[in-house]
Nanobody
Framework: VQLQASGGGLVQAGDSLRLSCAASGRTASIYAQGWFRQAPGKEREFVAAFNWKIGRTYYTDSVKGRFSISRDNAKNTVYLQMNSLKPEDTAVYYC????????????????WGQGTQVTVSS
């Protein structure tokens, strides 16, 4: 499975951005697909993910109500709509996919896309 991430950029607090993660290859094997982020000096953390098997979404508490993850089955693409962005959302965002099970632990994910920088100025 290959993942191609896009989106990100520099915005002001309160603005919105949308990240995209397109999967290719053995996409039928994907169990979970989502986003993690890593700020300077901090550990990589779970943001949101889509459980392809049961069609359920999951979010970390800090983004609930602001971020929304969705999918386009035809394009094998998962989107992360980020609204009401805050400076603390600044990080490199990584798209990831797992073929074994759904998990929120980054080290369980098998496949990773390139990171995309999201910077939110105050």
């Amino acid at each position: 499975v290959q993942l191609q991430a896009s989106g990100g950029g520099l915005v002001q607090a309160g603005d919105s951005l949308r990240l995209s993660c397109a999967a290719s290859g053995r996409t039928a094997s994907i169990y979970a697909q989502g986003w993690f982020r890593q700020a300077p000096g901090k550990e990589r953390e779970f943001v949101a993910a889509f459980n392809w098997k049961i069609g359920r979404t999951y979010y970390t508490d800090s983004v609930k109500g602001r971020f929304s993850i969705s999918r386009d089955n035809a394009k094998n693409t998962v989107y992360l709509q980020m609204n009401s962005l805050k400076p603390e959302d600044t990080a490199v965002y990584y798209c990831a996919a797992d073929s074994l099970a759904f998990t929120t632990h980054w080290d369980d994910y098998d496949y990773w896309g390139q990171g995309t920088q999201v910077t939110v100025s105050s």
